[in-house]
């Protein structure tokens, strides 16, 4: 059996939070709010607390009662202890104090630790295989573009889904796109690219598991048929990224070429809103299949998703079709309202000459499927408003699949043919 992060916290559950004024026990470090951070992969645990005003060999003492507790919790379970991590943190959350119990010994996996920005930048995830340069020096376009077909080699269509703003529903889009893609028997990934604002671990229902890495590479968590690796897995929830363009950019190709993806049809690919860095960072790194532009019918999300589009136009990135999110809102009785309009996604689509994916309502259960985790629910419902839903997601992976077999034969036709006779 393996270690887990309710184990650890049952652990800690033992062991009083030492008053800094008297010294004397008080509530134990979990139910005193102590424990900011807790996981656990395997037989490795990693813990953070947060115990102002206590001197360091009382902190130490604590570490020792941890490790003790939580080798004393494993052996009743029948697990095993190799390393043990107990980080103290200040009130900003910078690292003031750390004890280390034992170590990695090369087994199957161990927990990743946060990525953090420092005042040089970037500081790549720790536990990684060493393979790329300093996100301060980022690649040459050039460079990049000519060798745009390295990284992944096992991933036969690398697709972007962006939008010109917030809030118009691109993750709820890629996350749906991926799920009914993997549902048609396609190996499928699925990419975070959202630096700043992850949402996947909620609408993927991440919450209880913890990142993993083997050999080097982060280990893709494998929900709803897909594959998926998010940064909001790999920081502490309610910590905002407070990062420069070269610290960004060096944390999304971690996570691009540093995830063992394995052979896959499809890597789904949710960038940020906007125009900013991913997404330049993302056209100069991959060898993209195409992009998909999310929208909603009005006219201010049409001025911004124009921009996105024509950003991937620029950038030499096929559009595979534009999405109109929230097309309309159906009630749980199956009636619809246009609150946003209709249409204006399409229409613009037609004047920009780019193909039309497809219309997706707004329903109270895809807001509630999201909020759980659980987008599967979206292709299987039986009452009138998910009929909807379902028969809107479907046609819009179905007109995908054709833009990407469009797309495929249009590059196919641009390489050079050697004749041999």
């Known amino acids: 059996m393996s270690l887990s992060k309710d184990l650890v916290r049952h652990a800690l559950s033992t062991i009083p939070n030492p008053s800094p004024s008297t010294g004397d026990a008080g509530p134990d ?3 005193s709010g102590a424990l900011q951070w807790a996981t656990a992969c395997d037989t490795y645990a990693s813990v953070k607390l947060h115990v102002p005003g206590v001197p360091p060999h009382v902190l130490d003492s604590i570490a020792r009662t941890a490790h003790a507790a939580l080798i004393a919790e494993a052996t009743r379970v029948g697990a095993k202890v190799d390393s043990l991590i107990v980080e103290y943190v200040n009130e900003p959350g910078d690292v003031v104090h750390t004890a280390k119990f034992g170590a ?13 920005a420092e005042s040089g930048g970037h500081r790549p995830i720790g536990g990684l295989s ?6 301060s020096q980022p690649a040459n376009p050039q460079q990049s573009l000519s060798a745009a077909s390295g990284p992944l080699p096992g991933v036969k269509h690398i697709i ?22 993997a549902r048609k028997g396609h190996a499928v990934g699925l990419l975070d690219g959202d630096i700043y604002g992850p949402s996947m671990p909620t609408m993927l229902g991440l919450g209880t598991l913890d990142q993993a890495v083997l050999n080097g590479k982060l280990q893709p968590f494998l929900v709803h048929g897909i594959k998926s690796i998010t940064i909001g897995k790999l920081v502490d929830a309610d910590k905002p990224l407070i990062w420069r363009g070269p610290m960004a950019h060096g944390a999304f190709k971690q996570l691009v070429e540093q995830t063992a993806w394995g052979e896959l049809d499809y890597l789904i690919i949710d960038l940020p809103p906007g125009t900013g860095d991913i997404s330049l960072t993302m056209s100069q790194t991959l060898k993209l299949t195409g992009a998909v532009v999310v929208c909603t019918p009005q006219q201010v999300a049409q ?13 030499g990135v096929d559009i595979l079709g534009v999405v109109e999110n ?3 809102f159906v009630g749980d ?4 309202y246009d609150i946003f309009g209709r249409g204006g996604a399409q229409m613009m689509a037609q004047r920009c000459n780019v193909p039309f994916l497809g219309a997706v309502p707004i329903t109270m259960s895809l807001r509630a499927n999201s909020d759980t985790g659980e987008p599967t629910k979206n292709f299987t419902a039986t009452d009138a408003a998910g009929q909807r839903l379902s028969a809107a997601l479907t046609t819009l992976v179905s007109n995908f699949e054709s833009q990407i077999t469009l797309a495929s034969m249009k590059q196919a036709a641009k390489r050079p043919v050697l004749t041999i006779s």
Do not use: H, Y
């Open 29 to 31: 470090l979990v139910s």
């Open 104 to 116: 990695f010994t090369g087994g199957t996996a161990r927990p990743a630790p946060a990525p953090t």
């Open 130 to 135: 060493d393979t790329q340069r300093p996100a």
């Open 160 to 181: 972007a889904v962006g939008a010109g703003k917030g809030g118009v529903g691109k993750s709820s889009i890629a996350l749906n796109l991926a799920v009914g893609l």
């Open 303 to 315: 001025d911004d998703a124009i921009r996105a589009l024509r950003m991937f136009q620029q950038l």
């Open 326 to 328: 929230m097309s309309s």
């Open 333 to 336: 009785d199956g009636k619809e």
